[in-house]
DNA sequence: AGCAGTAGCGGAACATTGTTCCGCTTAGCC
DNA sequence: GGCTAAGCGGAACAATGTTCCGCTACTGCT
């Protein structure tokens, strides 16, 4: 049985996908006020369906996790363009990893789940590499291409150590955000000694 | 009742003090191999106690986590001494900085730990500033007396953020240990850029 | 509209792990 | 050797993840 909706042969019965939105929405909530490892028995009820619903689309909580995620992932992706479109390569490069960085914070639990390894993640981990990936090595090669002296990092490191930089505490306070600017600031710089 | 021998008014009975050993025995080997996060009973079962006696003596999970982390965070300063009287202070620092990122790496979830702000590791968390920032603050005077150009930095945060670099994933891999090298290398570079 | 078949639902039941409690054991002291 | 309480072990309880299955009601067909 494959998790939610993989263009199955079948239509998804309408119920169903909407007990699956419900999910997503109450997933997104949770995770925001509690972590993602707030109780699977929180989010079910705050979606107003049984626990084995939630098991039935979303076998794994990193199922869960990966959906959730997936749609704010993309919105930084697309950030990139418009940033690219408004500054100069280099400008554009710093200006996007910040948004990154923002992107990240807010998402706790984004960074443990990207690089635990576990294969459970695998659709993070490929939105990540298909998505994430080219956006920074375009920026790095467009800062490149303009002059700019830059290390050579693979960018799906360079990412995952932004990323890592981003653990903030319990709460995602403005302190916590201003020291992991600066650290992300630091690692920039050095990408450029 | 105070966790373990707080210099209490009474001396502490030698079989409890056996217990104590065996169980901080128990866990550096537990937590190395399944991380911090191991279950309880495995560590007592390997010590060869009960539960209730693990309680007593250890009523909060960070407090054994700290107990075990603290003797290795004592020889990380102590090499610091060596690497001084063998480098000059700007090598030093550097080198200094990747034995620190060893010991991170080995001890998976200290990071997690460190800066969990959770009051529980305010063991841990005083260590840390007492022992690690001072070191590192006088690792980076010194290069700066000798000439070195360096970024104005806090030591605490810095050592927090290397921390951060080495979260590797389920399995302390070689490549995972070089990726966080990589990485740290490149905060580095940007305390000099 | 009415019906049959099945996708999907709910939640009880089970498994794992953290935490507490208390009767029994035994080290330390005289 | 005997007294006393520090300390022990593990049963019992609580929270949470996961599975399973009988029942419901949506969908497609006529």
């Given amino acids: 049985m494959p998790?939610?909706?993989t263009a199955g042969p079948r239509r998804m019965r309408a119920d169903a996908r909407q007990n699956v939105d419900a999910l997503l929405d109450a997933a997104k909530d949770v995770f925001a006020e509690s972590g993602v490892d707030a109780p699977v028995r929180a989010i079910a009820e705050r979606a107003g369906?049984?626990?084995?619903?939630?098991?039935?689309?979303?076998?794994?909580?990193?199922?869960?996790i990966s959906a959730v995620f997936r749609r704010e992932m993309d919105a930084c992706v697309d950030a990139a363009?418009?940033?690219?479109?408004?500054?100069?390569?280099?400008?554009?490069?710093?200006?996007?990893?910040?948004?990154y960085t923002q992107f990240v914070?807010?998402?706790?639990?984004?960074?443990?789940?990207?690089?635990?390894?576990?294969?459970?993640?695998?659709?993070l981990a490929v939105s990540f590499s298909t998505r994430l990936v080219p956006t920074l090595n375009r920026l790095l090669e467009s800062a490149r291409a303009a002059g700019e002296r830059i290390a050579p990092v693979a960018p799906g490191e360079f990412l995952g150590a932004v990323a890592?930089?981003?653990?903030?505490?319990?709460?995602?306070?403005?302190?916590?955000?201003?020291?992991?600017?600066?650290?992300?600031g630091l690692l920039l710089a050095g990408l450029r000694a």
Same sequence: chains 1, 2.
């Fill in 3 to 5: 998790p939610v909706e």
């Fill in 49 to 64: 369906v049984g626990v084995g619903t939630l098991y039935r689309h979303f076998p794994q909580r990193s199922d869960l």
């Fill in 81 to 99: 363009l418009e940033i690219e479109a408004a500054y100069p390569p280099g400008e554009a490069l710093d200006r996007w990893i910040m948004r």
């Fill in 105 to 123: 914070a807010a998402k706790r639990g984004l960074a443990a789940a990207l690089h635990s390894g576990d294969a459970a993640y695998e659709p």
């Fill in 164 to 184: 890592d930089l981003c653990h903030s505490g319990p709460r995602s306070s403005a302190e916590a955000s201003a020291r992991a600017e600066r650290m992300v």
